[in-house]
T-cell receptor, first 116, second 113 residues
Framework: GAVVSQHPSRVICKSGTSVKIECRSLDFQATTMFWYRQFPKQSLMLMATSNEGSKATYEQGVEKDKFLINHASLTLSTLTVTSAHPEDSSFYIC????????????FGEGSRLTVL | AQKVTQAQTEISVVEKEDVTLDCVYETRDTTYYLFWYKQPPSGELVFLIRRNSFDEQNEISGRYSWNFQKSTSSFNFTITASQVVDSAVYFCALHNQGGKLIFGQGTELSVKP
């Protein structure tokens, strides 16, 4: 199947700093990428949907100024957690698709963020 | 409203037992996809199955089988002769017309030797 790679897999940062997470589709063009967040012992919650070349659409309750999403190419989307706080510590996982109605979705390995 | 409910939060079985994980969904879309994923402690999501809403045939893959019942909006997952390596959190998810995946709460399966 198609491969989606996330980097870094783990990151520890100090409170107040910004962290960038990359999501790459390695062998297909991802017209749409999705960013999810998962707190311990909880389900995955969609944060935002990003389409290549346009602004991301954020789910209700997700601060767009805090979680900056850029989808500048068909193979790369980035999530930047700005001015991170300990409550932002979570597992962030992206998924990518070549067509939103195809049902073909591929997940990255996830990135575990710890904010001290 | 679109929703996925996995009523079983935790299940514990002994190795070699069969176990069924329940999934009930709500959607008004006529075309949708249903998924099951396995999430081991390492965190990555392992794809298990995708089912189109028009395909109600049950599926078997090795020790795994899935029962899709559109009449009851259920998509249950059975593991036959469970093994310790099956221990993980399992998520059922609904893929809607907009391409978003809506996840259930997850069922943590513990298979003891």
């Amino acid at each position: 199947g198609a491969v989606v790679s996330q980097h870094p897999s783990r990151v520890i940062c100090k409170s107040g700093t910004s962290v960038k997470i990359e999501c790459r589709s390695l062998d297909f063009q991802a017209t749409t990428m999705f960013w999810y967040r998962q707190f311990p012992k909880q389900s995955l919650m969609l944060m935002a949907t990003s389409n290549e070349g346009s602004k991301a659409t954020y789910e209700q309750g997700v601060e767009k100024d805090k979680f900056l999403i850029n989808h500048a190419s068909l193979t790369l989307s980035t999530l930047t957690v700005t001015s991170a706080h300990p409550e932002d510590s979570s597992f962030y996982i992206c998924s990518a698709t070549g067509g939103v109605n195809t049902g073909e979705l591929f997940f990255g390995e996830g990135s575990r963020l710890t904010v001290l | 409203a679109q929703k996925v409910t996995q009523a079983q939060t935790e299940i514990s079985v002994v190795e070699k037992e069969d176990v069924t994980l329940d999934c009930v969904y709500e959607t008004r879309d006529t075309t949708y996809y249903l998924f099951w994923y396995k999430q081991p402690p390492s965190g990555e999501l392992v794809f298990l199955i995708r089912r189109n809403s028009f395909d109600e045939q049950n599926e078997i893959s090795g020790r795994y089988s899935w029962n899709f019942q559109k009449s009851t909006s259920s998509f249950n997952f059975t593991i036959t002769a469970s093994q310790v390596v099956d221990s993980a959190v399992y998520f059922c998810a609904l893929h809607n017309q907009g391409g978003k995946l809506i996840f259930g709460q997850g069922t943590e399966l513990s298979v003891k030797p």
